[in-house]
């Protein structure tokens, strides 16, 4: 292929139901000088095989078989293949708009851009709802526009701007320029670690307010895991933030936010002990809740709990700052019980 603006990463494993869907939605778009990299990450079924039969049939698509070691190293190795001028990493089950390409390529077609964001739709499979979020207008933004435009870092702001990767488009020499690659090391928060990095060495941004992306999150994936030491994940995300705020000069204007944020992050995985996928049993889900109450998230999780002025978490300020794990695990059970209750 000649020409080739964008290149499409996708870590495949065991996914071969998706396969055929993924083929015809990319058919679909209305950009055609894209390549797709499939890099099949060990798949035990015949993802393999499928992925193979497409790139005999069809020259924008290209297959990578590697051990299976994660998405980190899947994504890592299609940016190493990868010829397009741009690069748009995408999980295989989830779908894009059929206009996404053409549209993102025409906003930035000419224009001295270095990352396109765009807004996206999350369905719960579990649950089955639906959020839709990402920004609410059309910008463009270089300099100091771009650095300020980090200052009004709200929560959900934040998730669809840091937290997630696949509902932006890469510059490819930039990734090249830096040696910007994934932490492999990490199961959990590498999308936002990637994007600290990638945002600190840039200086302009575009954004799309359309939901082109449409994420599917499943309880039995990555992010619906119990992680039983996720404390030390928390350290280094919150260390990445910081970072990416002192080069961009605005660690003094936003520290507090940045630390009200991390505590309310961290105040959700103390709680992830009611978690379908933990197993602990109750003495060990006890000792959990001391690992973090010593932990740095400690004094983040009190940051963020003593502006809240509802009385549940006015209760839990209260025991968080007496530091009584077995306190804590009786009050968090409750919550759960109730909610049970209000359920049926």
């Not at 964008?6 to 000088?33: A, D, H, T, W």
């Not at 497409?54 to 190795?77: C, E, F, M």
């Not at 463009?140 to 932006?168: H, P, S, T």
Request: hydrophobic fraction near 35%; charge should be neutral; include cysteine.
């Amino acid at each position: 292929m000649k020409n080739i603006l964008l290149s499409v990463v996708i870590p495949v494993y065991n996914g071969s139901l998706y396969i055929e869907k993924l083929i015809c939605m990319f058919r679909k778009q209305q950009m055609k000088e894209f390549e797709v990299i499939f890099v099949d990450d060990g798949s035990q079924d015949d993802t393999l095989k499928k992925c193979l039969e497409y790139q005999n049939t069809l020259d924008w698509v290209r297959v990578i078989h590697t051990p299976n070691k994660g998405v980190s190293h899947a994504r890592n190795i299609g940016v190493e293949a990868s010829a397009g001028e741009w690069i748009h990493f995408m999980d295989a089950d989830d779908e894009i708009e059929d206009h996404m390409y053409h549209d993102f390529y025409d906003a930035v077609r000419g224009k001295k851009l270095e990352v396109i964001v765009c807004g996206c739709m999350r369905k719960n499979m579990d649950s089955g709802g639906t959020v839709y979020c990402g920004p609410f207008t059309d910008a463009e933004m270089y300099g100091e526009d771009y650095k300020n435009y980090f200052k009004d870092m709200q929560m959900e702001k934040r998730y669809w701007l840091l937290d997630y990767v696949w509902n932006k488009w890469y510059k490819t020499e930039i990734l090249q320029k830096y040696d910007l690659h994934f932490k492999e090391n990490i199961s959990l928060g590498e999308d936002f670690e990637f994007n600290t990095r990638y945002f600190s060495k840039i200086t302009s941004l575009r954004l799309l307010k359309g939901t082109y992306y449409h994420y599917f999150l499943k309880g039995s994936g990555l992010s619906g895991k119990f992680q039983p030491e996720i404390w030390k994940i928390r350290d280094a995300l919150y260390d990445a933030q910081v970072q990416l705020y002192s080069t961009l000069g605005l660690k003094d204007d936003c520290e507090e936010t940045i630390k009200r944020q991390a505590g309310q992050i961290a105040f959700g995985d103390i709680r992830t002990i009611n978690s379908k996928n933990c197993f602990f049993s109750s003495r060990e889900k006890i000792r959990f809740i001391s690992d973090i109450l010593n932990s740095r998230q400690y004094s983040l999780m009190l940051e963020y709990l003593k502006e809240k002025k509802e009385i549940k978490f006015r209760l839990y300020y209260r025991i968080f700052q007496y530091r009584i794990p077995y306190g804590l695990y009786v009050l968090i059970t409750l919550e759960k019980w109730i909610k049970a209750l209000k359920k049926s």
